[in-house]
């Protein structure tokens, strides 16, 4: 089994204790650093773990289609290292959930962790329209600020992001070949959906006339011809 943890090295100074947090925290704040603390608004340390971004959701979930809330996934026994991770993910407060993804023939699972948090819209004293940073854990807690300011909340948004973990299997392929699997499982997904579509399409077009003139005959409706489209 090989395991692969995505915890970013060049973080571990910056996962520290109580006392070396709240310097960190009072320095971003003093410089206004507010993109800095939207890191550490729930989390004990700033999050270790990389964007998964676009272009990875999409392989990862061609080929780990199905997920599972870690305490729930029971496909597979998750690795030592791997829990290890879960528990120091839990333990610093870094995600609002946790999952597994998985493939149920091929699992070659991959531990998500995603983010999300949401902002306030609100009209101040003066009537102005502002926004807060996505700061909050609910909207419900986004529009408690909002009343305990003393302002009208307009509306809330929020903002998800998602982050690797961990992935773990007999043999952990570079990004290259799992995008070449992704895009024969997509093919195989959708090849065969879009030949029968245009195979449809394609009798559509020979009996085009014959449909034609029967509207024209009156024979079917303008509803029945868009129909054949």
């Not at 973990?165 to 043999?171: H, L």
Request: proline share 4%; with cysteine; aromatic share 12%.
């Amino acid at each position: 089994m090989t395991i692969q943890s995505f915890k970013n090295a060049e973080l571990e100074n910056v996962i520290f204790g109580v006392e070396e947090q709240e310097e960190w925290k009072e320095l971003a704040a003093e410089l206004g650093m507010g993109a800095q603390l939207s890191f550490v608004k729930a989390a004990k340390s700033p999050l270790p773990y990389p964007l998964l971004n676009q272009s990875m959701q999409n392989v990862f979930g061609a080929l780990c289609p199905s997920k599972a809330e870690f305490k729930a996934y029971s496909k597979t026994p998750i690795p030592l290292e791997v829990l290890k991770e879960l528990s120091f993910c839990v333990k610093e407060n870094y995600f609002s959930t946790i999952h597994i993804w998985y493939d149920d023939k091929a699992p070659d699972p991959i531990a998500v962790g995603t983010v999300t948090r949401h902002q306030a819209y609100y009209k101040d004293a003066t009537g102005d329209t502002k926004s807060t940073a996505y700061e909050f854990e609910s909207s419900a807690q986004a529009k408690n600020w909002c009343e305990t300011m003393g302002y009208t909340c307009v509306n809330t948004y929020q903002e998800t992001n998602q982050y690797i973990i961990a992935r773990w299997a007999d043999e952990l392929r570079p990004m290259p070949e799992l995008k070449a699997m992704a895009l024969e499982r997509l093919k195989d997904r959708y090849v065969s959906e879009w030949s029968k579509a245009l195979k449809e399409l394609q009798s559509k077009l020979a009996s085009a006339e014959e449909t034609l003139n029967l509207y024209l005959l009156g024979e079917i409706s303008e509803w029945d011809l868009r129909r054949n489209l």
